[in-house]
T-cell receptor, first 113, second 112 residues
Framework: KAGVTQTPRYLIKTRGQQVTLSCSPISGHRSVSWYQQTPGQGLQFLFEYFSETQRNKGNFPGRFSGRQFSNSRSEMNVSTLELGDSALYLC????????????FGPGTRLTVT | DQQVKQNSPSLSVQEGRISILNCDYT??????FLWYKKYPAEGPTFLIS?????DKNEDGRFTVFLNKSAKHLSLHIVPSQPGDSAVYFCAARNSNDYKLSFGAGTTVTVRA
């Protein structure tokens, strides 16, 4: 089975721009979660999508949004980028949504200058 | 508000010895706990988990212990190997909404 894939792997943007990141979950997985990882902060939960519906949301501003398509692929968008948005963005998929074990992609490294 | 805390940012251990990683949590609604391992430039990979109804789970060289009354869990790696050098994240699942909360991670370095 192919793993979770994320594109692009690396991205450099300037302040004020917007960015869209993509995640393809493991085939058959319907739950996709997004996390932001910064040094010393661990993984901060952004949101979770299940069957095209946002099921959970973390404590991030409205500039962070996401969506999920009928094939379970997911995108997250960050508008009006700030320097503090520089981070590794990880996507994880799981089978039923109730299964705690999540499978992570390699992440997208976003640098905002 | 950090509900899962890994108070040791780093740990250095001799090859062959035991590595003990600690994790504390505050939310009594957590019902499932996991450890993930992360190498540079890769996403975290699932290592081992434990349900809140158990106090120990073992898988090969890895054992997780859960002390619910103390809201504390630990991961033991015996014996430690050079390939175990990585960042280890503790995570906990909230039984209300199934959200995972992660600790900040502990960087383990296994010395030859």
């Amino acid at each position: 089975k192919a793993g979770v894939t994320q594109t692009p792997r690396y991205l450099i943007k300037t302040r004020g721009q917007q960015v869209t990141l993509s995640c393809s979950p493991i085939s058959g997985h319907r739950s996709v979660s997004w996390y932001q990882q910064t040094p010393g902060q661990g993984l901060q939960f952004l949101f979770e999508y299940f069957s095209e519906t946002q099921r959970n949301k973390g404590n991030f501003p409205g500039r962070f949004s996401g969506r999920q398509f009928s094939n379970s692929r997911s995108e997250m968008n960050v508008s009006t980028l700030e320097l503090g948005d520089s981070a590794l963005y990880l996507c994880a998929s799981s089978g039923t949504g109730g299964n705690a074990e999540q499978y992570f992609g390699p992440g997208t490294r976003l640098t905002v200058t | 508000d950090q509900q899962v805390k890994q108070n040791s940012p780093s740990l250095s251990v001799q090859e062959g010895r035991i590595s003990i990683l600690n994790c504390d949590y505050t939310n009594s609604m957590f019902d499932y706990f996991l450890w993930y391992k992360k190498y540079p430039a890769e996403g975290p990979t699932f290592l081992i988990s434990i349900s809140s109804i158990k106090d120990k789970n073992e898988d090969g060289r890895f054992t997780v212990f859960l002390n619910k009354s103390a809201k504390h869990l630990s991961l033991h790696i015996v014996p430690s190997q050079p390939g175990d050098s990585a960042v280890y994240f503790c995570a906990a699942r909230n039984s209300n909404d199934y959200k995972l909360s992660f600790g900040a991670g502990t960087t383990v370095t296994v010395r030859a």
